[in-house]
């Protein structure tokens, strides 16, 4: 008997609302969440306009002790939108589940950029860095502990810790397919039946200096400063970049039958899912769209579905 997967909960942070509901709501009023950077001093910057995530509250996740006072932004984000996805599913945060796993797309951590370029100009003149010469205890977003724990496979660790899921743990690093590769590879786990519930989804905060002087240099981002909330536009003819964003989304996924016996919502089954490369090159897709092709076919395939009767393509 095949297993089906069903999404039973959800969870967000984004440039235009702290819950599924608000980034709903901010999404049918056709709002942007593109404003000036807050996060550092941008005057310097050819970009001075980002998606930043707004009033968030990170004191009740580090006040939990030393090993969360220095997460970065993207592992709170993670944490946060997954408390709101399995509070949906009506999850047990207190029970450990060995049938309860993630896989997670999850990004880079945050930089102190005056510290880090200290490192690299350093290390350039000798044979080996000690690391803790550059940085203090007083450093917050870099420093030898800030190393490892904005780690992006730590974020799985503190989601699987937190949360209680005892099951399979896998992270995707796969820049803008990440979370919809983790997604597609957790609904996999639950139909081979290796779990019957799967936290998925992804987080990433590059808003930080060295993230924003990387794409300048790539001449990526949008300057379109004085019109932050006009910025964002892939379709137009007059486009000049994109907008670099932050925030999380997250799924919890579940066996359809697992999800009928404990009476959970189910919001959409998850039909098929498909996986490819292109084998060509790192900046842009091959000219034919080959790898996109393929992956769109294996879906469809999976899922038993034909072309013509689907509604949305995103």
């Not at 999800?259 to 098929?272: I, P, S, W």
Request: charge should be neutral; aromatic fraction near 8%.
């Amino acid at each position: 008997m095949t297993r089906r997967v069903v999404i039973t909960g959800m969870g967000a942070r984004t440039p235009i609302g702290n819950s599924v509901k608000e980034t709903w709501k901010g999404l049918l009023e056709g709002r942007s969440g593109i404003g000036g950077i807050t996060i550092f001093d941008a005057a310097s910057f050819p970009t001075k306009i980002a998606g930043e995530v707004k009033s968030t509250d990170f004191k009740k996740w580090q006040s939990r002790g030393a090993r969360f006072s220095q997460l970065g932004r993207n592992s709170l984000f993670a944490l946060e939108a997954t408390e709101e996805a399995a509070a949906d599913a009506g999850l047990d945060s207190k029970k450990k589940d060995p049938r309860l796993g993630v896989y997670f797309g999850a990004g880079d951590a945050g930089f102190d950029f005056p510290i880090y370029a200290k490192l690299m100009t350093g290390s350039m003149d000798e044979q080996s860095v000690d690391v803790k010469k550059y940085f203090s205890s007083s450093v917050k977003t870099l420093s030898a502990q800030g190393l490892l724990e904005q780690e992006p496979f730590q974020v799985l660790n503190h989601i699987a810790d937190v949360f209680g899921a005892l099951g399979p743990s896998s992270n995707c690093l796969t820049a803008c397919a990440a979370s919809s590769q983790a997604i597609g590879e957790a609904g996999e786990i639950i139909r081979r039946g290796d779990a019957d519930i799967m936290i998925s989804g992804g987080s990433h905060s590059m808003i930080h200096p060295l993230g924003v002087a990387g794409f300048n240099l790539l001449t990526a981002l949008s300057t379109r400063n004085d019109a932050p909330k006009k910025a964002s536009r892939p379709f137009d003819k007059n486009r000049d970049g994109f907008v670099l964003s932050e925030g999380a989304g997250v799924v919890v996924l579940e066996e359809l039958e697992h999800a009928k016996k404990r009476g959970a919502t189910l919001y959409a089954e998850l039909a098929g899912y498909g996986g490819s490369a292109d084998a060509f090159r790192m900046t842009d897709p091959h000219s034919q769209g080959r790898g996109a092709i393929k992956a769109m076919r294996l879906a469809l395939m999976h899922a038993k579905i034909d072309p013509s009767k689907i509604d949305y393509i995103n």
